[in-house]
């Protein structure tokens, strides 16, 4: 049952086995029910779905999902790792709630922001990773000055990513505005291979020293 990481599977598989040791199913059927089940998880699992997530005035006529409520719903759903991404970031009572949820399930949070210095005079106030303070365990990465590739480069990518498996990618910065008032876009992906390719992105960047740990 290890071997198949696929959320769901695991508890489907114990049904299983139950089911067959209270009918004497052998070993071996047992082990075939188990494959064929893993083989359609695995297939579910690489299938991709796609919503249009808004912020904004919202039209009846078109339904589309809410950022602040997408946002948060990815949050939740993390059960190993979540990896977000900021431009600009503010106190925003629902997001930091759910985190705190998070670290309380023991998901593992890694956060890049932008800085002030590295805005210019793009951003004022406080600095975004100030945003993450009543959050603890929060890993916090920025990407140093002296490893952009033009002095005018920003850290503009707005992302939340839960175990690989969910990605929302969004016009919108973590912040109240953002993710409630302004007009945003964005798509929720839930399944295949995108949403682990931009965790491991960013790993990749993280391990490779473009984004370094705020300590």
Known sequence: ???????????????????????GFAGTEAAGYLRGLAAG??????????????????VHDVPVRATAQVLVEVVSEATQELVL????????????????????????????????QGA???????????????VGGVQLWLWPSERRTEPSSKMHA????ADGRVLLASSANLTQSGAASNIEAGLLLRG????????????????????????
């Open 41 to 58: 998880y695995e297939a579910r699992s690489a299938e991709t779905a796609a919503s249009l997530v808004w912020s904004g005035p919202a």
């Open 192 to 215: 295949g291979d995108v949403p682990r390719r931009a965790t491991e992105h960013i790993r990749a960047l993280q391990a490779a020293g473009v984004l370094r740990r705020l300590v």
């Open 85 to 116: 991404m900021t431009y600009s970031a503010k106190p925003f009572p629902p997001l930091v709630t759910a985190l705190q949820a998070a670290r309380g399930r023991g998901v593992a949070i890694d956060v890049v922001v932008e800085t002030l």
């Open 158 to 161: 707005k992302l939340a990513v």
């Open 120 to 134: 210019g005079s793009l951003l004022s106030g406080d600095e975004p990773a100030a945003a993450f303070a009543k």
């Open 1 to 23: 049952m290890a071997a198949s990481p696929t959320p769901g599977f695991a508890a489907a598989a114990h049904r299983v086995l139950d089911a067959c040791d209270g009918g």
